[in-house]
């Protein structure tokens, strides 16, 4: 926990240069490296860039944004982009990413309490971050997306799911490896009853997908059977759920 200038408690993950394990900036980027997690990032930038939309003319905030995965393929195109993440060094490591382009801008910020007004972006983000945190804080930070997203805007969030591998993967790792998970009922109350549910997808089926990238023309399109309805909540690793405010 740290306080904020308001005096209140924010959970908080110290992602920075010399961190041990999975928070060391400097070596973050190394473990999405190599043909293999090339692929795993293209099948789900496929997933979350389709809930997303065009981003012509608009304006767009991705919330926790660490090294750029997500901001650094929404620039080109989004009228304006915003990133915001708690760490500096992710900051400017984002930073020098985006160096020469335009129309972005990077903000130091708590999730729990973004330095934007309300109704500011038509598009928000939050990719491969929400599940490092509580339920409880969680729900804070989506709160406060809604907050700054216009009305009718588009909030787009990616979550570990909790049952990928038809149940028995995700599970398994819940329980006896260090990976939470989310179950759908508790996406269901972080996402909280002030918004509308429009599409739900998962994505990256489990373990295969080491071996799917060998012939990534033959299993992109097959790696969107997780999106059916039936089996969008228990196939994909990650789930994605797409809001409208």
Not at 9 to 30: K, L, P, S
Request: net charge positive; proline share 4%; aromatic share 12%.
């Amino acid at each position: 926990m740290r306080k904020s200038e308001s005096g209140k408690d924010f959970e908080v993950v110290d992602y920075e240069i010399g961190a041990e394990d999975y928070r060391d900036v400097a070596r973050y980027d190394q473990r999405y490296t190599g043909a293999p997690n090339e692929y795993r990032q293209t099948v789900m930038a496929n997933a979350y860039r389709g809930l997303i939309g065009t981003l012509k003319g608009k304006r767009i905030l991705d919330v926790g944004c660490g090294s750029g995965r997500g901001i650094v393929d929404f620039v080109p195109e989004a009228e304006f982009t915003v990133g915001c993440d708690a760490s500096m060094d992710m900051l400017g490591v984002t930073a020098h990413k985006l160096k020469g382009k335009s129309r972005w801008a990077l903000a130091s910020s708590y999730a729990q309490a973004l330095p934007f007004v309300s109704n500011a972006f038509d598009v928000v983000t939050a990719l491969n971050f929400l599940h490092i945190f509580s339920l409880e804080t969680q729900r804070d930070m989506i709160a406060e997306m809604k907050r700054v997203t216009k009305p009718g805007g588009t909030i787009v969030l990616e979550f570990d799911n909790a049952l990928h591998g038809l149940g028995v993967v995700g599970l398994f790792k819940r329980w006896f490896r260090d990976e939470r998970g989310t179950l759908p009922w508790e996406a269901r109350w972080v996402l909280g009853d002030d918004c509308r549910i429009v599409r739900v997808r998962s994505t990256v089926f489990p373990v295969v997908w080491r071996l799917f990238y060998h012939a990534p023309h033959v299993f992109l399109p097959i790696e969107k059977i997780s999106y059916l309805p039936l089996l969008n909540r228990i196939l994909g690793h990650r789930i994605y759920y797409q809001l409208k405010k």
